[in-house]
């Protein structure tokens, strides 16, 4: 597993013997265990900001203010009413992967070379749902999706504000937006990302929401130039060092050792998390506690995790084959910020098929 978390899988490849002679069932008994495990660890990687549903389509959006006008004792005011807002869908997709191997194989092969094919089986999951992820966030455009799994019926599926028109919630305090120029996908003006840049791109999703708190993503590429801009970054410090009087630092810890993902201070009033999966070049933020940006439609409950579909034997050959059904959509719309810092006009990074 790529998050520093023993499983069952690092017990099975520290064995040298044979599966034949650790035993075929036992084997298998730790991988599958191996697998729920593994499931479980990407629901706690995503639950800040992606919620699980089965739904397909919501509807989202539409003003939710009214204006309270003046009248003298004569006066009736005219009837008013809210924006209907708009239907946003999710997309569904399948994927599968399938290991396959001869009965001498299993004879001959150790316990280690066994986990190192479900491990890498495990990788080949976070990957995908890692590109699909990047492919819901960072897209700045709506796109039509026809739901073949299910019907064909062609769905809307919508980015982050885009300023295409459609309607929005009210702000805190009922601040109201411009849907049509209203945008939360941003470039740096100049030849640097300045401060007040990534203090803007926080503030387009703050500005929103008058609870929760506001988490800023980045590359690990970004994080020397945030620790630069120590007017707005307050950075955590080392457990391992002494902070002396008159030190300013943040109230929590670095992590010395996981690198590409940790949380390593506060910006304006932002948790700033080093996301190995956030591309270089971007930052992405949030609020926290808010509702979340982001849905993983599955078919079914938990459908979207690693499943076990198929486990067949035509001797001499055996293959079990994976798959995982699932697609990532945005329905908080609002929720969700993009600074692209490595160009002066957005445009979407490149992300594997």
Known sequence: MPYGTLSTLDTLASSQQTIAQYGEDRAFDAIETARQAHNRILDSLFMDFVERTTDRQRRYGGVATMNMEKVDEFGRVDAQKVSAGVTLGFPLELFQESIQWTRKYMQNATTAEL?????????????????????????????????T????????????????????????????????????????????????????????????????????????????????????????????????SGTTRANGDLDPF??????????????VVV???????????????????LVLRERNAGAGGLQLVADDEAYPLRARTLESEFGFGIFTRTNGAVLQTSATTYTMPTIAN
Do not use: C
């Open 115 to 147: 986990a190192a094919q479900f491990t890498a089986a495990q990788d080949g999951h976070i990957n995908r749902m890692t590109n699909e992820l990047q492919r819901a966030i960072f897209r700045p455009t709506n796109y039509t999706f026809t739901d």
């Open 258 to 271: 996981n690198i590409t993902n940790r949380a390593i201070g506060i910006f304006d009033a932002a948790e």
């Open 149 to 244: 799994l299910i019907d064909n019926v062609d769905l809307n599926i919508k980015s982050l504000a885009n300023a295409d028109g459609a309607a929005m919630p009210s702000g805190q305090n009922g601040t109201t937006f411009n849907a049509a120029t209203h945008t939360h996908y941003a470039a740096r003006a100049g030849a640097l990302v300045t401060a007040a840049e990534v203090s803007a791109l926080i503030q387009t999703v703050v500005e929103h929401f008058n609870v929760g708190m506001p988490m800023l993503y980045i590359n690990q590429a970004q994080e020397a130039a945030i620790r630069a801009m120590t007017g707005n970054f307050t950075a955590y410090v080392d457990a391992r060092i002494l902070v002396g």
């Open 275 to 293: 996301k190995p999966w956030i591309p270089a070049g971007y930052m992405f933020a949030f609020v926290k506690g808010a509702p979340k940006p």
